[in-house]
């Protein structure tokens, strides 16, 4: 069965550096997402993605983020100046199609921001 | 999106059916209840949604009342493998954007 993939699994960094989270969503998916889960915490949307733009995002989703879909089947969130409050466990969704109920999401990376 | 209100967990005892229920008293006619769960900080997995009929999937059934203002997911014979929380969310039909709107969900411990 088809599933969504995640890299890497667990990303340690120092505050202020970048980071990259990477994800496969499903092939032929045509809607992304972005969503944190702070330990302890809801899962919470960061952003959607659709035909190669930003569809919705939320307050969380500042000038510090921001998402690409570089090579068609990547789909990347970045990070340009990580604080310790961005420790948390990111989750990666993708979706077929508009009329599609059900939204599929990865295994999550683990950021922990030193 | 409609609020919605669950209990914060629950015990089930393994092979047993384990009905876990979601008030939303403020849905609006086009709102579609859906059913998520979380497996110990896995990614949240998609179990089923409904209108107003009660469906029924390989995995669960969803029971939404004739007034819509609450429903039950049912897992037919629990397994400890269904230990995990699970989420009740009202919104739309899906649109080109979709967001999912997570609470804190219902803990289901399923025990021996």
């Known amino acids: 069965e088809p599933e969504v993939t995640q890299t890497p699994s667990h990303q340690v960094t120092q505050m202020g550096q970048e980071v990259i989270l990477r994800c496969v969503p499903i092939?032929?998916?045509?809607?992304f997402y972005w969503y944190r889960q702070i330990l302890g915490q809801k899962v919470e949307f960061l952003v959607s993605?659709?035909?190669?733009?930003?569809?919705?995002k939320s307050e969380i989703f500042d000038d510090q983020f921001s998402v690409e879909r570089p090579d068609g089947s990547n789909f990347t969130l970045k990070i340009r100046s990580t604080k310790l409050e961005d420790s948390a466990m990111y989750f990666c969704?993708?979706?077929?199609?508009?009329?599609?109920?059900?939204?599929?999401f990865g295994p999550g990376t683990r950021l922990t921001v030193t | 999106d409609a609020k919605t209100t669950q209990p914060t967990s629950m015990d089930c005892a393994e092979g047993r059916a384990a009905n876990l229920p979601c008030n939303h008293s403020?849905?609006?006619?086009?709102?579609?209840v859906y059913w998520y769960r979380q497996i110990h900080s896995q990614g949240p997995q998609y179990i089923i949604h409904g209108l107003k009929n009660n469906e029924t999937n390989e995995m669960a059934s969803l029971i939404i009342t004739e007034d819509r203002k609450s429903s039950t997911l049912i897992l037919p014979h629990a397994t400890l493998r269904d230990t995990a929380v699970y989420y009740c969310i009202v919104r739309s039909r899906p649109g080109t954007a979709s967001k999912l709107t997570f609470g804190t969900g219902t803990r289901l411990q399923v025990t021996l």
């Open positions: 092939s032929n998916h045509l809607y």
């Open positions: 403020t849905i609006s006619g086009n709102e579609y």
């Open positions: 969704a993708s979706r077929s199609g508009q009329a599609s109920y059900e939204q599929y």
């Open positions: 993605f659709y035909n190669n733009e930003i569809s919705e």
